[in-house]
């Protein structure tokens, strides 16, 4: 498949069936699955703007909605399904078994990119599919509510935060001394919870960018 260009795609899991769109540069070299964070959904202006730079160094990206329509439209009264970590981790491996089993995407190694609450559903995911995860990057994100499974992350993990972020800085640390795996902290200078300030999306991006392409896809290479 050559993909250059968003491309929607439909996952269908055994209890629901979720919206996504799915892009595969010509000979990727691994695959990032984006976990939104809180509210947002798969047409986030920030994840959006990562999975371009992504494509651009060799990846294929999938940005998909956690939640269907119906349940968006609950969580936005209630605000409760968004922080169901547990809910948003089950949703992202059975999305991480659709993309083994699709045959587009079956040979690429896997990477999570996770924003806000979405990085701790990334790093339960990690953690329950180690022996297909390659990498995870997270992005102004709540880390440390995934303090049950951290232990058990095998994959490189880079944390990056605001250096404006104070509240989000403290959890990080906490979440990177409990980490076992290979891991670092980012921080980008001026940048504040939602990286609004010039330049500072585009360095979180540089560095997820460094970070993947360093860890995926080294098999195939080396062949």
Same mark, same amino acid.
């Given at each position: ?11 269908? &899991? ?18 990032? #699955? ?35 329509? =119906? ?5 936005? %009264? ?6 169901? #970590? ?8 059975? !999305? ?56 058990? !992350? ?5 944390? #990056? ?20 795996? =290979? ?17 500072? %999306?585009?360095?979180?991006?540089? &560095? ?16």
């Amino acid at each position: 498949m050559n993909q250059t260009e968003e491309n929607h795609v439909t996952i269908n &899991l055994e209890k629901v069936t979720l919206e996504g769109n799915l892009d595969i540069p010509d000979s990727a070299k691994g695959i990032v #699955i984006f976990a939104h964070g809180s509210g947002s959904s798969r047409f986030s202006p920030r994840n959006r703007f990562v999975a371009d730079y992504l494509q651009k160094q060799g990846l294929a990206t999938l940005l998909f909605d956690l939640l269907t329509r =119906e349940e968006d439209e609950i969580d936005r %009264l209630t605000a409760h399904l968004r922080f169901n #970590i547990e809910l948003l981790a089950e949703r992202l491996v059975a !999305v991480t078994d659709w993309i083994s089993m699709n045959p587009d995407t079956s040979e690429l190694d896997i990477g999570y990119f996770g924003a806000s609450t979405g990085a701790a559903a990334a790093l339960y995911a990690a953690s329950e599919r180690a022996e297909r995860t390659k990498a995870v990057v997270s992005r102004g994100g709540r880390p440390d509510l995934a303090d049950r499974v951290l232990g058990d !992350v095998k994959a490189p993990t880079l944390l #990056i935060v605001g250096s404006m972020d104070s509240a989000v800085i403290d959890m990080n640390k906490w979440a990177l001394e409990r980490l076992n795996s =290979e891991k670092e902290m980012k921080l980008v200078s001026g940048a504040t919870h939602l990286f609004e300030e010039p330049g500072t %999306l585009e360095e979180a991006a540089r &560095l997820a960018g460094e970070w993947f392409v360093k860890y995926m896809g080294r098999n195939k290479l080396e062949k």
